[in-house]
């Protein structure tokens, strides 16, 4: 691509000779800022490629009043004029790309940028954007365009379509040539025609159309159970009612009683709007009362009567209250019930088909924080999707969150303050987020798991990957790699295996002289333990050869315990106990709490 466009067929004032500033030769830095049209030495060449390909170098000697002025325009950049036409050498009269390279006594040599000139039109349609690009068709596949009637209107004639030619009147038959008969061709002309097309398996119509019902968005479930109080079950089970099929269930009634329901679970989210009943009751002098439970009053509301007839199905349907659907412990049920005290003679009821319709009504805040609630205070062990376990229905075992989270693909478990957990089973990469909450580790495998805010104590296992507590109260505990942030210690953490460990911004929790204790033993060696900027007193007991700790921090009391451990301690501390036996290597460039007292004073 050229460096810069211009319009040919133009007297050009200001075309420039060098890209960069003219530098002097000598020190080859120093800009020449004072080239005059007769420079000592001055030999200037335009090179022209045409865009055919035809190379041209032509000789330019600058003027001063003439057809190739020179501009001086200021820190080493230089002009010059170019005629359109009628110039002593070159003139800019043709397309193509041209540019300027020359030298001169004390001048380095030097070159132009690439120029491209091209119809003004096109720099200012594609440039300065003042212009449209005409573009004018001049032939048809080879054949000159003729000159339309009106001028600017193209006149388009088709001679032929898909095959078939057209009339001197412009009519052409077009079904058989795209597969549609003579009747559908005029089919479609009457729906687009206005004349309206109307068939039983003709699209609807618009007045069709807007005869239709708004209907209803509900749901519709099958029975999961019935229960038979009096009476006989003659034929089918409960399971038949949920298609018409011809296989009913059906029951006789028991001394002239029949006492039966049917139970529906609409979800936790669901309320009941109808039942509807595909089947029928004889003989024609008998007939049974249709209930629904109501599940606030602990009592049934009769819903309808199904009388005896022939025995033939037909359709019963009956609406249902929101008190039809239950709550609590009962979230969902629905329970339909066919009653006789007394009367029937030879009764049978059959039930081809019966179900229940419901719309989802309860919305909740959800899984919020992509977590699984749990709050042990509660009473929920339900584990439906959606339902169960979302921050505004927290469950209240972690069975049941470890259920839910399987279920919906979480990981991670938001425990409510004052909830107690005792984990029951491992958990591979799972988040604890349990603000004032307790947890016991239960001897579970929690490999790449993090702890948050709660209360650790218990035993617990990795084959795999540390585990994380942060901001934790760590009560007694025995852990495998295992990395603490910002936690407190009130007891004796028991390192279980040769790993990495590290306690970073901890602090102890004991009051008084004491201090929580960090016990090498399980490891038996070659642990390395990191301590940084722990707060207060700390005992590391069984330490032994392979151990490599580092202790930094404000100390109480740093107590060694055990042999041979390599022990490199920094801060400041009340006083280093050291009891290691062996040979031990302990570097302690701690700054007692005595000697800083002495400084202040002093």
Known sequence: MPDIWLNVDAALAEVPINKTQLIDDTDFKAREESVVYNQAGLDLVWNFVTTAGAFTQTAVTPTTGGDYDLTNQGN????????????????????????????????????????????????NA????????????????????????????PEVEVARISGQTVTASGAVTVHSAVGLSATAQGNLEDMYDGTG????????????????????AA???????????????????????????????????????????????????????????????????????????NWGGASWDQIGT?????????????????????????????????????????ATLSVDQIYISYAVVSQSVGYAGGAVWLDTSLSNTNTESFVDGVADNPVSTIAAATTIASNVNLRTFKIESGSSVTLAQGYNAYNFEAHGATIALGSQALDNSHFYSASISGTCTSSSGDIDFHSCHIAAVTV?????????????????????????DCYSEVPGASSPTIDMGG??????????????????????AGDV??????????????????????????????????SPTVNDDTVKADVLNSWRTG
Request: charged share 10%.
């Open 126 to 153: 594609l440039i300065d954007g003042g212009d449209n690009l005409d573009i004018n068709v001049v032939q048809w596949n080879g054949a000159a365009v003729a000159t339309p009637t009106t001028a600017g209107v």
């Open 197 to 216: 097309y109307e068939a039983t398996t003709a699209p609807a119509t618009q007045s069709q159309v807007g005869s239709l019902s708004t209907g209803s």
């Open 549 to 582: 700790v580092t202790l930094d921090g404000t100390f109480g009391t740093i107590t060694l315990n055990g042999a041979d451990a390599q022990v490199e301690i920094r801060g400041i501390a009340k006083e280093v106990v050291n009891n290691l036996t062996g």
């Open 219 to 293: 749901i519709s479930t099958v029975a999961e159970s019935y229960n038979l109080t009096t009476g006989t079950q003659s034929s089918g089970t409960v399971t038949d009612t949920e298609t018409v099929n011809g296989t009913p269930h059906q029951h006789t009634d028991s001394a002239g009683v029949l006492e039966l329901y049917y139970q529906f679970d609409v979800g936790g989210n669901g309320t009941a709007s109808s039942v509807d009943m595909w089947g029928y009751l004889t003989s024609a002098n008998d007939s049974v009362d249709v209930f629904a439970y």
């Open 76 to 123: 080493g950049i230089y002009t010059i004029e170019i005629p359109a036409s009628g110039g002593a050498s070159i003139n800019n009269d043709t397309e193509g790309f041209g540019w300027f390279s020359g030298y001169a006594t004390g001048i380095l040599p030097w070159t132009g940028p690439v120029i491209g000139f091209r119809a003004a039109a096109l720099n």
């Open 480 to 504: 495998p790699a295992a990395h603490f942030y910002h936690c407190g210690f009130s007891s004796t953490v028991t390192i279980s295996g040769a790993s990495d460990y590290v306690f970073s």
């Open 306 to 346: 199904l009388t005896g007839g022939a025995a033939t199905d037909t359709a019963h349907a009956y609406s249902l209250l929101t008190r039809h659907t239950g709550t609590g412990a009962n979230l969902g049920k629905v329970r339909i019930r066919y009653y006789a005290a007394s009367g029937l003679t030879s």
């Open 523 to 544: 490891a038996v060696g070659a642990t390395n333990l990191s301590v940084r900027r722990w707060a207060g007193g700390i005992t590391l007991n069984n330490l032994a």
